[in-house]
């Protein structure tokens, strides 16, 4: 790994969050915040950007970036994101506590919406009653790291003069990293364009139609096309009671859900593209007979009024599926049978190329199929059976690589949720607090549940499920390489 190379971009990436942090600090001096809180983030952004210019000054030159560089990029940026990103919350006090500053942060720059607060806040017994700046900055890192803070670099900062496909395929979501155009950069602010665009298109529907406040509606929509799930208000999107503001949530969350690269053509003027995608399509049934079964087995729920139950059952089922974590109810009391499938859809996440979390619908689509072909084969042992998605033969290669990746997933999860039953009361809980951070959800069930927080779990429970966010948005490998002796060889 060319380790001069990973400290000047990952400098560049250092200095993009310092100065959200100054923009963040004027809005906090124009919403007349405590005086602490726009203090915060300017010492935070001075802090950080000499920092990151002093890094970006003695780690310059001509650098040439190989794969290995890329997966460092990723990862180191991701970590000084959340490590820098923390100040606000540290110096102005709302959230004391280092690790659970960390926490937050890292909970937002990988879109998990776990959350500390407010029980983490000294002084702030409600979302509503904590400054606008903070929870501004709040749904901005969930924001920036929906497509990846570091596409966002390759595609505004043509100035490094690197190549970027490196970034690009340790970055985006998926299995698969679909490239638009030849050029990465063109591909990085294409995606982007159609990223800022659902996001205007969702606050203006929210403040015109639905009557939230330009604030609310601006908050919400950046953590919803980041299936984040951080919110301006305690009770969520469920504090607003408001069916309208839930269609518009369950629209974009759907929308978001969906392989951008989908969008993209779309916008051009190829629809069809969504129909045409097997991914998108398995999506689209399994998403509406979920649906359907959460309105039906919830009705007692809400006093046989089917509208609420299937609006509640849209909303939940769509939320949950784009590893979101929104939530109008509390599921946790929902009977046992949709309590099991929102778990199956916390770990399934939606498509590839989207900005959920989850082991991604394409891949759980061919493991379904490579089970079938290996029934097939054990009844007809010399036959030739392939896998194919869209009529294209999936190979041998990528067949392999989706069921390691499930072995890998799979072992890392039983052994946290190993850990964490020292730091939860219940195994519910400790399992859940794992499958929604690896699979960037955010709330769980139990003490994790959506009508409370992560600010109980001690520092090394918070420690490991911060682990589990980062190692869950970077898809488990860009982390693990780091740790082969390996990968540190020139």
């Known amino acids: 790994m060319n380790k001069r190379a990973v400290s000047h971009i990952t400098a560049v990436v250092t200095l993009v969050i310092g100065l959200a942090m100054g923009v963040c600090g004027g809005l906090s001096l124009y919403w007349n915040d405590p005086a602490n809180i726009p203090a915060g983030f300017f010492i935070s952004a001075g802090i950080t950007v000499c920092i990151a210019l002093l890094l970006s000054f003695l780690t310059r030159g001509d650098f040439n970036l190989t794969r290995r560089d890329g ?16 100040l606000p919350y540290i110096v102005s006090g709302i959230i004391p506590e280092i690790n659970e ?3 937050e942060t890292m909970s937002g720059f990988t879109t998990t919406g776990a959350s500390v607060l407010p029980s983490a806040a000294p002084g702030y017994d409600t979302l509503e009653s904590l400054p606008r700046g903070i929870l501004f900055w709040r ?4 924001w920036f790291g929906g497509m990846g803070v570091l596409v966002l670099c390759v595609a505004i900062l043509p100035f490094l003069g690197v190549g970027g496909m490196q970034i690009y395929r340790a970055e985006m979501p998926g299995p698969a990293k679909d490239r638009l155009t030849p050029r990465i950069t063109t591909t990085a602010k294409l995606l982007w364009g159609v990223y800022f665009f659902i996001t205007v298109m969702q606050a203006l529907l929210l403040h015109f139609i639905a009557g939230l406040t330009w604030f609310d509606a601006v908050c919400h929509s ?23 503001v839930d269609w518009i949530v ?19 003027g190829r629809p069809l593209s969504y129909f045409r995608d097997p ?3 398995f999506y689209f049934v399994f998403l509406f007979i979920s649906g359907i079964f959460f309105a039906f087995n919830t009705l007692p729920l809400y006093a046989g009024n089917f509208a609420e139950s299937l609006r509640a059952g849209f909303f939940q089922g769509t939320t949950i599926i784009t ?3 929104y939530s109008t109810a509390n599921y946790d009391l929902w009977p046992s049978s949709s309590r099991m499938l929102l778990g199956i859809m916390m770990f399934t996440g939606a498509c590839a190329g989207s900005t959920s979390g989850g082991v991604k619908l394409v891949r759980v689509f061919v493991i379904l ?19 194919k998605l869209g009529g294209r033969p999936v190979g041998d290669e990528v067949e392999a690589n989706i069921a390691a990746f499930f072995g890998i997933y799979i072992g890392i999860f039983i052994v946290t949720s190993f850990l964490m039953t020292f730091f939860l009361p219940d195994l519910s809980s400790a399992i859940t607090a794992v499958l929604t951070t690896l699979s960037n959800v955010g709330p769980g069930f139990g003490a994790v549940g959506p009508v409370h927080d992560y600010a109980g779990i001690s520092l090394f429970g918070q420690i490991i499920l911060t682990g589990c966010m980062l190692l869950g948005r970077l898809e488990l490998y860009t982390v693990l390489v780091l740790f082969l002796p390996g990968f540190w060889k020139k």
């Open 71 to 86: 997966f460092g990029i990723v990862t180191f940026g991701w970590i000084f994101a959340a490590l820098f990103g923390a």
């Open 101 to 103: 500053a960390v926490f």
């Open 139 to 142: 749904s901005l890192t969930q």
């Open 222 to 244: 950046f953590t919803t096309i980041a299936t984040g799930g951080f919110s301006t208000r305690t009770d969520s999107i469920g504090a607003y009671a408001s069916p309208s």
């Open 250 to 268: 369950t629209a974009f969350t759907f929308i978001a859900g969906i392989n951008f690269a989908l969008h993209y053509r779309a916008l051009s």
């Open 279 to 281: 991914e998108c399509r």
């Open 323 to 325: 590893t979101t974590g």
């Open 369 to 387: 199929k490579k089970m079938l072909k290996e029934i097939r084969q054990f009844m007809r042992p010399q036959a030739v059976l392939q896998i």
